[in-house]
């Protein structure tokens, strides 16, 4: 009884949040406790992965944020989807808010790579 109800919870939406906010919490009190440089150290280890005869060589923390991300936005993408064509934003004043959101973030991310190669090419000199 006990475990079917674990994995209700676990298979349901919520779960994934409340992991989320749990992970954070840990590596916020891990952080900013006397453990906080074995925590660095370990976000630092050097990680290797190989494709064919390219491999690739990073810190722990650079894989984990862009893995991490690149999951959360394809995620993201696909529940949009479901909210547009089966749920609640098919109408157009349900949607509007979403599509500002949406604009907003393609235009910052725009502003960020325009600003970004600025900054490079004047640190270039």
Do not use: C, H
Request: proline residues 2%.
């Amino acid at each position: 009884m006990g475990f079917r109800n674990f994995w209700d919870f676990f298979i349901s939406e919520a779960s994934g949040g409340i992991f989320l906010i749990t992970a954070a919490l840990v590596a916020f009190i891990f952080e900013n406790i006397f453990l906080s440089s074995f925590y660095n150290s370990f976000l630092q280890i050097d990680t290797r992965l190989n494709f064919g005869k390219s491999p690739i060589q990073k810190p722990l923390i650079l894989f984990v944020n862009d893995s991490l991300m690149a999951v959360f936005f394809f995620l993201l993408g696909f529940r949009l989807k479901r909210e547009i064509f089966k749920a609640k934003l098919r109408g157009l004043a349900q949607a509007t808010l979403l599509k500002i959101f949406i604009i907003g973030g393609i235009l910052a991310s725009v502003f960020f790579l325009y600003f970004k190669s600025q900054l490079y090419f004047l640190l270039k000199d």
